[in-house]
């Protein structure tokens, strides 16, 4: 027999971010304590709103399957001694409740095995649920104590319901005892609402207003913002974070529209956004789909019906209005001067107390990105020029009280300022990529700067010994190490990683910019490159670790080649005469490791056999035809045409020859053959067949 199984946790107000995870929690609490029971059961469906979380599960066994326990004993030469039982024995027999002659035997061990009827799962309940308060507290770091009670939750509990089919399981916790009573919405439907059965609870919910199911009700959200910008001719920005926060803000949703002055236009729509969205977790609403002309209108989602709806309209733009009041306040404030103008403030901001001030960082970035467009052949008096006024928005007004803003102002105040559309452009960019999945800067300046920004903090933290720990990166230096790579990648920049933290770190004012700085700079960014490139899908296949550390053997320093020594070797391991060549480079390898210093080039005249003159030849040729390609791939799918020399050399041809000449000669061979096998990345690195290694 089964029946469905409800189980709903009413509290006070839950805090947004945490209402979808502590649904969850409770869903994959109890699944997993039915499951260890052996308690079957069907579908899960979870329900949470502002003011409940609940599960409800389909056709729970109302029993344990018949239980057997297992016991192992005492070992057998220690159980018997001349046939007799030692108390060891008895011990174990009387413990499990028989006699010794009724154990058997199991591992070379007494065993003891006893079926036993499943328990009742109502009678299970109150345990699984223990179980699973225990797991979701984990997920809140403080959590409430309320009333006179020792119980914690997040906020305090109100009531809770628990049926099994149509009985009442008996919990009792927070002070409560479990009922089939749940609440329909605060101010709609206050009234209890009893349950004959869990199957009644969406549908009970939703007559007392209350939309229980998570998904469904974004969903409606989603369409109800969507259908309010449309009357408006409107296009809503729909920010995914936001739906999420909102929707775990009301039970019953019901969007509507209301508006602010259009003089507050003048402000740029980055800053209407972060008020109007982040302050107030309102939609906003654009004339166009890609939502660069912000109109007037905004949509917020109240959790009522109101019988007056323009109260509350006229209360949401009440609380608008002086918000964009100060905003608009601060911009007309801060264009009373050029940008340049913020400068010198910069200097009384302290960036590090180990490495200066805004403005000590904003001078070696100008450096920095000065060397970086010599090296790219980029303007470096337009690049030093944005450089310098790229940090001068941290000290106005309007960053100040939006610091998610930085960067993005300071374009808009270049522009204002009369600088030209490529400075003002880089100077709103520089911080990209914020994270992973934005993108980089669109602009060649804007790229140089970001490179150099991301540099100087990496080099900066690092010089002064605070680089990040396994579970600490209070600097975010691995999200910029990821930046410092995808700029080079995506943009296609062919610079050099070494040489470009050394110029980075020469900058720093701490003292510790050695070699082994340099170092630990270099491997922390090329760990993050392995963790950006393995794994990732390329033409059907992942590319693997060993890949990866075939190319990282070559000590290659350029972000951009090294992707194309990596995806070329990625295609080349699927060729067939791929695994053995690295097992043949490795073997090549352990020879000249044994020789030792091999010295000296091939001397043709010495080739005594036919196998070593047809390997000399056909190496020789490659080399020449390599070195008018410069593309990996085709190197190294021209490099398998050496399968068949090199397997008639180690079949043909003894290398240690007690000639020393003929011996010196044919290690020569096996080093240019090991060079060549190196000239995109090391085959040695790749898996190869254990019997070519043979």
């Given at each position: 027999m089964s029946c469905d199984l409800l189980l709903e946790i009413g509290t006070e107000d839950l805090p947004a971010r945490y209402v979808q995870p502590l649904a969850e929690a409770?869903?994959?609490?109890?699944?997993?304590?039915?499951?260890?029971?052996?308690?079957?059961?069907?579908?899960?469906?979870?329900?949470?709103?502002?003011?409940?979380?609940?599960?409800?599960?389909?056709?729970?066994?109302?029993?344990?399957?018949e239980q057997t326990v297992e016991r192992l004993g005492p070992a057998l030469t220690a159980a018997f001694r001349d046939g007799q039982p030692t108390p060891a024995a008895l011990g174990f027999a009387k413990s499990c409740g028989v006699q010794v002659s009724a154990l058997g035997?199991?591992?070379?061990?007494?065993?003891?095995?006893?079926?036993?009827?499943?328990?009742?799962?109502?009678?299970?309940?109150?345990?699984?649920?223990?179980?699973?308060?225990?797991?979701?507290?984990?997920?809140?770091p403080k959590r409430m104590r309320w009333g006179s009670g020792e119980g914690t939750f997040v906020r305090p509990v109100q009531w809770l319901v628990c049926l099994l089919g149509g009985e009442v399981v008996p919990l009792a916790r927070f002070g409560l005892s479990a009922s089939n009573v749940t609440y329909g919405h605060r101010f709609h439907a206050p009234a209890a609402i009893p349950l004959r059965a869990p199957a009644d609870y969406p549908a009970a919910l939703t007559a007392a207003k209350v939309w229980a199911d998570i998904d469904s009700r974004r969903a409606e959200i989603r369409r109800q913002v969507q259908a309010q910008a449309a009357a408006l001719g409107g296009h809503a920005r729909i920010c995914e974070a936001l739906?999420?926060?909102?929707?775990?803000?009301?039970?019953?949703?019901?969007?509507?529209?209301?508006?602010?002055?259009?003089?507050?236009?003048?402000?740029?729509?980055?800053?209407?956004?972060?008020?109007?969205?982040?302050?107030?977790?309102?939609?906003?609403?654009?004339?166009?789909?890609?939502?660069?002309?912000?109109?007037?209108?905004?949509?917020?989602?109240?959790?009522?019906?109101?019988?007056?709806?323009?109260?509350?309209?006229?209360?949401n733009e009440r609380v608008v209005r002086?918000?964009?009041?100060?905003?608009?306040?601060?911009?007309?404030?801060?264009?009373?001067?050029?940008?340049?103008?913020?400068?010198?403030?910069?200097?009384?901001?302290?960036f590090h107390k180990d490495l200066g001030s805004i403005g000590d960082k904003a001078r070696r970035l100008r450096d920095l990105a000065a060397s970086i467009a010599a090296a790219l052949g980029v303007d470096k008096a337009a690049v030093a020029h944005a450089a310098t006024l790229c940090k001068a928005d941290l000290v106005t007004k309007m960053v100040y009280?939006?610091?998610?803003?930085?960067?993005?102002?300071?374009?808009?105040?270049?522009?204002?300022?009369?600088?030209?559309?490529?400075?003002?452009?880089?100077?709103?960019?520089?911080?990209?990529?914020t994270q992973q999945g934005t993108p980089i800067p669109s602009t060649r300046i804007g790229q140089i700067l970001a490179l150099a920004d991301k540099l100087d903090t990496l080099a900066g933290i690092f010089a002064i010994g605070q680089k990040p720990s396994a579970s600490k990166d209070p600097y975010a230096l691995r999200r910029a190490a990821l930046g410092v790579l995808r700029i080079?990648?995506?943009?296609?920049?062919?610079?050099?990683?070494?040489?470009?933290?050394?110029?980075?770190?020469?900058?720093?004012?701490?003292s510790a910019r050695s070699d082994a700085v340099l170092?630990?700079?270099?491997?922390?960014?090329?760990?993050?490159?392995?963790?950006?490139?393995?794994?990732?899908?390329?033409?059907?296949?992942?590319?693997?670790?060993?890949?990866?550390?075939?190319?990282?053997?070559?000590?290659?320093?350029?972000?951009l080649d090294f992707l194309r020594r990596l995806l070329a070797v990625h295609a080349f391991v699927a060729e067939t005469a791929a695994p053995d060549l690295a097992a043949a480079n490795k073997r090549v390898r352990n020879i000249l490791r044994q020789a030792g210093t091999v010295a000296g080039a091939v001397d043709p005249a010495r080739l005594a056999l036919d196998a070593e003159r047809v390997l000399f030849e056909r190496m020789n040729a490659l080399e020449a035809e390599n070195a008018r390609i410069g593309d990996y791939r085709t190197r190294l799918v021209n490099l398998a045409a050496l399968r068949a020399p090199v397997d008639a050399f180690f079949d043909e041809v003894m290398v240690n020859v007690d000639d020393a000449a003929l011996r010196a000669n044919r290690l020569a061979l096996l080093a240019q053959l090991d060079r060549l096998c190196r000239s995109v990345a090391d085959l040695a690195c790749l898996p190869g067949r254990t019997d070519a290694a043979a």
């Open positions: 409770l869903r994959d609490g109890l699944c997993k304590g039915l499951t260890t029971r052996g308690i079957a059961h069907a579908g899960v469906r979870i329900f949470a709103t502002p003011r409940r979380i609940a599960t409800l599960i389909d056709a729970v066994a109302e029993r344990q399957n035997q199991k591992d070379g061990k007494l065993y003891f095995a006893k079926k036993t009827p499943g328990r009742a799962t109502a009678e299970l309940l109150p345990e699984i649920f223990e179980d699973t308060l225990k797991a979701m507290d984990a997920l809140v739906l999420d926060e909102v929707t775990a803000l009301v039970e019953w949703p019901v969007a509507i529209t209301g508006h602010f002055e259009p003089h507050f236009l003048e402000l740029p729509p980055e800053v209407i956004v972060a008020t109007v969205e982040t302050n107030q977790r309102y939609f906003t609403v654009f004339h166009d789909v890609e939502q660069t002309v912000l109109t007037n209108a905004f949509i917020t989602v109240c959790n009522i019906e109101s019988r007056d709806v323009a109260q509350v309209i006229a209360g002086p918000r964009l009041s100060d905003a608009l306040f601060f911009w007309q404030q801060d264009l009373k001067q050029p940008l340049a103008a913020y400068l010198p403030g910069l200097d009384r901001v302290t009280e939006f610091p998610e803003l930085q960067g993005l102002m300071g374009g808009y105040y270049a522009a204002k300022s009369g600088e030209g559309a490529e400075v003002s452009q880089a100077i709103r960019e520089h911080y990209l990529p080079c990648l995506e943009a296609e920049l062919p610079l050099d990683l070494r040489t470009l933290l050394s110029a980075a770190l020469a900058l720093q004012p701490a170092r630990e700079l270099e491997d922390f960014i090329f760990e993050r490159l392995r963790a950006h490139l393995v794994g990732r899908n390329v033409d059907g296949r992942d590319i693997t670790a060993e890949t990866f550390e075939a190319v990282r053997a070559m000590d290659v320093t350029q972000p």
